[in-house]
């Protein structure tokens, strides 16, 4: 991956991570821990590139320091695996060399998840688009780009190399089967590190914290018994919060073209449908609801490709959360329960 293509997917994820933030917490100016009131230790910086926060409550504020730091430890060890922003992780080596043995069981187990989202929305989640991106971000950085976009040919190359169900995913080995192929997992990594980082927290026995590493999840309700309320970026004007969602245990990830753009009029974003190659202009952002943050990002994505049908019949089959859409016209459905 160029360093343009690098920087300008770091700003589409920290552009999009903007639901801690909205929220309201009252984070720190620069990256630490600090004492923002009782029994509360608050920390921000980067993750995958994007904003990243952390709010726990603990009655030992050296205990809670401590655990904030062994959880950005741990957020660095996996952007080591993870990060297309990294030369040396494990992914920028899997798309250099086409494969990658013995893979990191964290990479494996990733991939083996993005592999049942892609199955449960039609591979409308297809992490192999990077080519797409790639094509894209090559065509807009010449000074003469054609507004219209890459020319079909391109296209069409990029998608050949499109097709993660192709892709060989083993304990022992992860293999891209075609020439050109790469992968990302800008659209599940998020989501993947934030469970990593509340599943350390549940560990120590914190009961009440709010944690985005890209995506946002919560650990029980607030220490007062009310629900965590996490800020939605209005996909109008993304400085602004649109709307709110209440969550107890749960997670939150918004997908949303308004987060990178190609090119000044908006009519081409890092949304890259695997099927077409083209941004869909269905919706002008999806947020989802899960249990996990995982499932959260996973299914943000896939559903910015989907019709209402699908994504309600995708919700039902899978028996939990919900989605908020907000189409073209600007108009908010509830989706789910």
Known sequence: MSMRTSVQAMARRRFIAVSAAAAGLELLPIHGVARAEAHVARWRGLALGAAASMQIHHPDQKAAAALIARSVREVRRLERVF????DDSALAELNRRGVSAPPPAELVELLRAARRYAGMT???FDPSVQPLWAAYADHFARPDADPAGPPRPAIEAALAKV??????????????????MALTLNGIAQGYIT?????????????????DMGESRAIGARPDGRPWQVGIA???RPENVGDT?????????TSGGYGFRFDAAGRFT?????????????YRSVTVVMPTATEADALSTA????PVERIAATLTAVGHGRALVVDGAGRRSLIGA
Do not use: E
């Open 163 to 180: 097709g993660f169900a192709d892709v060989l995913i083993g304990r022992d080995r992860v293999a891209l089967p075609r020439r050109g």
């Open 83 to 86: 990060s297309l922003y990294r």
């Open 270 to 282: 890092h949304l890259l449908d695997p099927r077409t190659g083209l941004s869909p202009r269905r």
């Open 195 to 211: 469970d990593r980082v509340v599943a350390l927290l549940r560990a120590a026995g914190l009961a009440h914290s709010l944690v």
């Open 303 to 306: 559903f910015g490709f989907m």
């Open 245 to 253: 969602v209440a969550i107890v245990d749960q997670a939150v990830a």
């Open 122 to 124: 039609g591979g409308a």
């Open 234 to 236: 209005d996909p109008g």
